[in-house]
């Protein structure tokens, strides 16, 4: 069977393809929602590729697939074999490289704001991230400093103006007093901003961005409207740390097919079960059984590891759960891990119930 015919036969099922080189070599692994329409994607309409895909598709002799149920294990199952496989091709997850940190500098004269590959470079100062954008992590910070003034030409010296002062772009901490004062004020709230509980900054920049717009200042006010994005990303990157550090316990109904669903138990950023149900052939309670039976066997071991801790390489499955589960294609609940180590069964199973009970509530809609 030729590559267009191996195309040609692949079918409109969620899963994963695995592209290979003229060696058999992997060289570049994806997902899809159907399989047949992402695969053929790539040969046909070749003007709108990027540089990159177009000497990809050059290098494609063959493909495997693998078949999932759902286009979120399909998710898990690309971010998975990228990081075993690491094809050349998939650069993102595969460089360390590619993630960045924001660290408030805490061994300088005061405070400085900077990026970083590594999160110890600073020693004990206080870091933020990792963040898989390093142009969406600078965009952030010189929106951040540029709005606020704190964009100092000469940030380790002490009691000089800067240039940036005579330009308006530095408010003169260089020069100590009051203005450092202020500039300690404002990296305060630098650091609730990226913890998630100060939005003035965002705000600010905000206004700035409709004020040019009311003054048809159109390049100033797309300037701040990039800045936004970038900032309102590297929050919602921070939620998705935060979700996931917590070690949550799980529990996700996802549509298959009218009557059956999938199972799918995580833990943190990790899926520990997953199975089939067929609710046409049982009854709630025993639908019901089934789940309670599932959550009790799969979350009953303590969590490994402290809380609070998340690896850089949990990053891209930490962000599909939370996609996922703050979407709306499927149903989940949460499981305090004490209910588990109090043997509170009637707890796990009432959410259980009032799981089951939301999901075939939307059910209608699901199959539609």
Not at 351 to 366: C, D, I, M, N, T
Request: one cysteine or more; hydrophobic letters at 40%.
């Amino acid at each position: 069977m030729n590559l267009a015919e191996k195309v040609a036969a692949l079918p409109l099922s969620p899963g994963v393809y695995l592209m290979k080189d003229s060696l058999g070599h992997i060289i570049y692994v994806g997902k899809a929602k159907q399989l047949k329409k992402r695969v053929q994607s790539y040969f046909y309409n070749a003007k709108g590729h990027s540089p990159k895909v177009k000497q990809l598709v050059r290098n494609i002799r063959d493909f495997d697939y693998k078949l999932t149920d759902t286009e979120f294990e399909a998710f898990m199952l690309e971010c998975q074999l990228i990081k075993e496989i690491k094809p050349m091709y998939n650069k993102k997850m595969k460089n360390p490289l590619a993630y960045s940190y924001i660290v408030i500098r805490t061994d300088t004269a005061y405070r400085q704001l900077a990026v970083t590959y590594d999160p110890a470079e600073y020693g004990d100062s206080l870091y933020f991230g990792p963040y898989t954008s390093r142009s969406t992590v600078e965009r952030a910070v010189q929106g951040i400093k540029e709005s606020q003034r704190i964009l100092c030409s000469t940030p380790h010296a002490r009691n000089a103006l800067c240039l940036n002062h005579s330009l308006g772009l530095c408010l003169g901490m260089c020069g100590g007093g009051e203005a450092l004062e202020r500039y300690e004020g404002i990296i305060d709230s630098v650091a609730g901003l990226l913890n998630g509980n100060d939005p003035r900054i965002l705000e600010e920049l905000q206004q700035r961005m409709d004020l040019a717009a009311e003054n048809f200042e159109f390049e100033t006010a797309a300037k701040y409207r990039d800045y936004c994005t970038a900032v309102r990303s590297l929050l919602q990157k921070e939620k998705v740390i935060g979700f996931t550090e917590q070690n949550k316990n799980i529990v996700v109904l996802e549509p298959m097919q009218e009557q059956v669903l999938k199972l799918i138990l995580i833990r943190g950023s990790e899926i520990l079960d997953r199975a089939r149900l067929d609710a046409g052939q049982m009854n709630a309670e025993q639908l019901c059984g089934i789940i309670q039976a599932a959550v009790q066997d799969s979350f009953s071991k303590p969590p490994h590891g402290e809380p609070g801790e998340i690896s850089r390489h949990k990053l891209d499955e930490a962000q599909i759960i939370y996609s996922y589960l703050t979407g709306s294609s499927g149903s989940y609940a949460v499981i305090p891990q004490e209910w588990l180590e109090a043997g509170d069964g009637a707890a796990v199973a009432e959410a259980v119930r009032e799981l089951l009970g939301g999901y075939f509530e939307a059910a209608p809609a699901k199959f539609q």
